[in-house]
């Protein structure tokens, strides 16, 4: 029960590596926000958690607008109390070729990723403070680390979570707060297409050493980690949990 006690806000929690993180974090008892823009499938999640004695809530939020995210954490901390731990992982793909890309795929991806990860952390950042603790995942990706074909936009967005990750991990060190990133590679709707199309799918395998991807429950071990008491001394790294694709 390494999370007895703590309240988690889990963003992008309605399905793939966001429920599976929300899932796990219930496993180690703490308390869990499920926030989702799919306000009823964040919501049906939530209710499967607590038919097996979890307490968990599905919150519907729009992480890009201000207003939907401190309507959202102050839900959680009235009905929880306060805010432990913060995890980042609401996210979108609108892919295209930099020379197809309109100016709304650019800055949806950006609003969602980056905007919205802002808007969560200075939301919960002051009551983390007064209490000298927190701990805060943001998701990246091997898009936002080494770059990739088709997703400019995505691989931006991720590249500035790592230095949202790095700055928000100075400034709040003293104050108890540690900042890390993840940088996932698992089976999701998300990479459905890249897993699924013939197009990319050989292509994308070869990059992973392991060989396969992940299931979403073989990366939360990571968020269990980093939302932990043991990972007090662990600040602005980014963990790959991506089968070795990013070994460099
Ligand atoms: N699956 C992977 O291999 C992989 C790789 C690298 C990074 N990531 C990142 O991991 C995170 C989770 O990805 P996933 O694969 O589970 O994706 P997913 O598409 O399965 O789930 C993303 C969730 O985010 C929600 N969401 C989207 N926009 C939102 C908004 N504005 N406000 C609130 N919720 C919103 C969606 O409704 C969805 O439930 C994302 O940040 C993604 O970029 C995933």
């Not at 980056?114 to 919960?124: K, Y």
Request: hydrophobic share 50%; proline share 3%; charged share 15%.
């Amino acid at each position: 029960m390494q999370l007895a006690g703590k309240v988690a806000i889990v963003t992008g929690a309605a399905q793939g590596i966001g429920a599976a993180v929300a899932r796990a974090y219930a496993a180690e008892g703490a308390r869990v926000a499920l926030v989702d823009l799919a306000a009823d499938r964040a919501e049906a999640v939530a209710a499967a958690m607590r038919a097996d004695g979890a307490e968990a809530v599905g919150i519907g939020c729009d992480v890009a607008h201000r207003d939907d995210v401190d309507a959202m954490v102050a839900a959680t901390v009235q009905r929880f109390g306060q805010v432990d731990i913060l995890v980042n992982n609401a996210g979108i793909t609108r892919p295209a070729m930099l020379h197809k890309m309109t100016d709304a795929q650019w800055d949806s991806v950006l609003a969602v990723h980056v905007t919205g990860s802002f808007h969560c952390l200075q939301a919960v950042a002051p009551g983390m403070m007064e209490r000298n603790y927190g701990r805060v995942i943001n998701v990246t990706s091997a898009a936002g680390l080494v770059g990739t074909i088709g997703q400019i936009n995505y691989s931006t967005a991720k590249a500035a979570i790592v230095g949202f990750t790095m700055s928000a991990a100075r400034e709040l060190a003293k104050s108890g707060i540690v900042v890390n990133a993840v940088a996932p590679g698992a089976a999701t709707p998300m990479t459905d297409t890249i897993r699924t199309d013939p197009r990319f799918r050989d292509k994308y395998l070869e990059r992973i050493p392991v060989g396969r991807w992940a299931e979403p429950q073989e990366i939360a071990p990571v968020f269990v980690f980093l939302a932990s008491a043991g990972a007090a001394f662990v600040t602005g790294q980014v963990i790959a949990a991506d089968g070795g694709m990013t070994i460099r």
